[in-house]
RNA sequence: GCGCUCUUAGCUCAGCUGGAUAGAGCAUCGGUUUUCUAAACCGCAGGUCGCAGGUUCGAAUCCUGCAGAGCGCGCCA
């Protein structure tokens, strides 16, 4: 139930109505007229901008439409019990206990489905996310378009919509190949008892290849390690699984799985690039010819060379891009043109793509390509995730490859905590860089909004404890007839706010503002809590020991929404703390 | 040089896809526990929404220009 759509239908009903009648013109678009919620200082619950947006077509000041179009919306409406005509031209609208009652029963009766956005057509979306080289273990850069990813597929599939998670592996290319290089000398390590070569700079130096050749040795008995050459291509394949294992459990230490995991190689191996490549030459977007040095490579020995470019200028690229080297294998972006290929055939209606700020540069060629075959059918939407800015002891941790200040995912989450890394990560827009404070993250206290609103959910739990209750049985509301204070009240209307929030980070895929909303309803609840100190009216649990029913299902709704949020973000509601 | 993102209180950030007197937290200072969990609450103070124009009845929000910060610009992946 989402009472500002329903009043905003309400409202064009009318103003639609009054039109047909001749006695109002209408603008072309509807758009524009909304039903918000009103600042803090007035005291009422939704406020609209109709008449201000109907004042100009109709040539009549704001304030004498609105008089006249509250007079029509609360005709027939008897939820409401006062209308005002404010400043510019606002209609404040303050509902009655009746409205608050209808309200409650629809929220406890929805239950786990409060928030869902109605009427929504079913999609099949793809998401990627995270997509990082198969060449070791996650870091901390990787964690935040991890958790984005996730709750993004989260939102849309608690809105009813399918979702695939994709990991798309990078295992082709020159990064594998030393990769694999240097597993191998970790085997040489192992087997013949060599040191392994520190001054090649092209070799992976991390300790963690030498787990991932103790595992291949160890299970590969059958194989004979003592030349490269021969068996490069199987261990190409161990080494990747063995990295790939690290990443799938980091992943699952974060509460992330992927529903598949998609091999550059096979897409490469399949003929898939060649047969993308048809597909858009016979689109004419592909064509031979030369491109210049980029800016950053004016001094440098540049050569122009005659090679297979894709047109993405044609969709506003700075310029068009090879799909093939030299030596005439593909380059990391004709794969990834065959990946979305790939993924057009299998009938997305909405692929969206989570990358690293660091390949923001990527978007345009890769919503080119995904306009150019499918000719603007399937959207793609991708979203950056910002940079995270460590934070240790009050100065910023600059990670290197070198051993020693590398933070995995596993020392993060060994440090501070599944929940707090993903609440925090998400604290913020995904458009600003975080910090990342570890001293923060792991306190007990409001600094940390985790703990917060956890502790907003534990002590509902403590009041039903008191009155041995069980928070999870179901209640029967029927005939129920509430009267709530103007405190309670308060804390209903952002209640009532929870679908919106919902409709707007699904809207603009901003999970963000999931978090950020349960903040403000868990200090809405704090700040009664702690109002029952002085006014004994105002405690859950009366003299007589007893949880009336007006605040048993008050408690019952506001965590209700808390669990279906931290649900959404991924993290536990304890009922004790 | 070009592209993307950002600039809001001393610090870290929200701001509902254009609305009303721009909101939180931290830090500072002061207060609240014989009472349902003080991991909490209440109060004081703090602002030229980077700057300059424009669009509009109305701009932190949209457009243009400028300044600053970050990231990126390969026949790497």
Redesign the pocket.
């Known amino acids: 139930m989402n009472i500002f759509d329903i009043y905003l239908e309400k409202i064009t009903k009318i103003i639609k109505s009054e039109s047909k009648n001749n006695t109002l013109k209408l603008p072309d678009k509807l758009d ?1 007229v ?1 039903v ?7 005291d009422c619950d939704v ?1 609209t ?1 109709v008449s ?2 109907l004042a ?1 077509p109709n040539s009549i000041n ?1 304030n004498d439409l609105a008089k006249k179009i509250s007079e029509l919306i609360k005709k027939n409406d008897d939820y409401i019990s006062n209308i005002d005509v ?5 209609i ?1 609208i303050k509902f009655n206990q009746k409205f608050w009652n209808e309200f409650i029963k629809n929220v406890i009766n929805c239950a786990d489905d409060y928030g869902k956005v109605k009427k929504l057509k079913k999609n099949k979306y793809l998401v990627e996310f995270v997509s990082a ?1 198969p060449t070791g273990p996650l870091h901390v850069g990787h964690c935040r378009g991890a958790i984005l990813g996730d709750v993004i597929s989260n939102i849309l599939k608690f809105n009813n919509q399918e979702v695939v998670k994709e990991y798309y592996v ?1 295992d ?5 190949i030393s990769f694999t290089r240097s597993v191998y000398f970790r085997i040489r390590e192992i087997i013949y008892k060599e040191s392994f070569p520190k001054d090649k700079p092209d070799l992976y130096p991390g300790d963690y290849l030498i787990d991932i050749a103790k595992n291949i040795v160890n299970e590969n008995k059958d194989i004979d390690f003592s030349k490269f050459e021969p068996i490069s291509d199987k261990l190409t394949k161990l080494s990747v699984d063995q990295s790939l294992k690290f990443v799938k459990s980091n992943l699952s230490n974060l509460g992330i799985k992927h529903d598949n995991f998609i091999s ?1 190689t096979n897409i490469i191996n399949n003929k898939e690039v060649e047969k993308s490549v048809e597909l858009l030459k016979k689109k004419n977007f592909i064509y031979e010819g030369k ?1 210049e040095a ?4 004016k001094n440098s020995n540049w ?1 122009k ?1 005659n ?1 297979l470019l894709f047109k993405s200028t044609d969709f506003g690229d ?1 310029k068009d ?2 799909l093939q ?3 005439k294998t593909w ?3 004709a794969g990834d043109v065959a990946y979305h290929n790939n993924k057009l055939n299998r009938g997305f209606d909405k692929l969206i793509n989570i990358l690293g ?8 060629r890769i919503t080119a390509v995904v306009e150019a075959i499918s000719g603007n059918k399937t959207k793609i939407k991708c979203k ?1 995730s ?2 995270v800015k460590l934070i240790k002891d009050g100065k910023p941790f600059k990670m290197s490859k070198r051993k020693g200040d590398y933070i995995t995912v596993e020392d993060l989450i060994n440090e501070v905590g599944k929940d707090a890394a993903r609440f925090i990560m998400l604290n ?2 995904s ?5 990342f404070d570890f001293s923060k993250v792991k306190e ?4 940390n909004p985790l ?2 609103v956890q ?1 907003c959910y ?2 509902i ?3 039903f404890r ?1 009155v041995n209750i069980n928070i999870n049985d179901k209640i029967d509301v029927k005939n129920f007839n509430f009267k709530y204070s103007s405190d309670e009240i308060r804390i209903l209307k952002k209640v009532s ?1 929870w679908p ?1 929030c919902i409709e ?1 980070s699904l ?2 895929l ?1 999970p ?2 999931i978090p ?1 909303y349960l ?1 403000e309803l868990s ?1 809405e609840f ?2 009664y ?5 002085d006014r ?1 009216e ?4 009366n003299k007589d020991n007893k949880l009336s029913e007006d605040k048993l299902v008050f408690l019952k709704i506001i965590s209700q929404v808390i669990k279906n949020g931290m649900n959404i973000v991924g993290v536990d509601t304890p ?3």
């Open positions: 524009s909304n918000e919620i009103p600042p803090k200082h007035f406020s901008n201000m947006v100009k704001p404010v400043k510019p031209g606002f404040n080289n990078n082709y290319g020159n990064q594998i550059e491109i980029p800016e950053s490579e050569v060379r090679q700075d891009r090879a080297k030299t030596d380059t990391y972006f700020a660091d390949h923001a540069g990527y978007i345009k950056v910002q940079l913020r827009s458009d600003v860089e975080l910090d007990k206290s409001k600094d703990y917060y502790y534990a002590r739990c403590s009041v008191n706010e919106k707007i809207n603009k901003e963000h503002r950020v903040y200090s704090h700040s809590w702690n109002m029952g100190k004994e105002l405690r859950f649990i009922e004790k703390m």
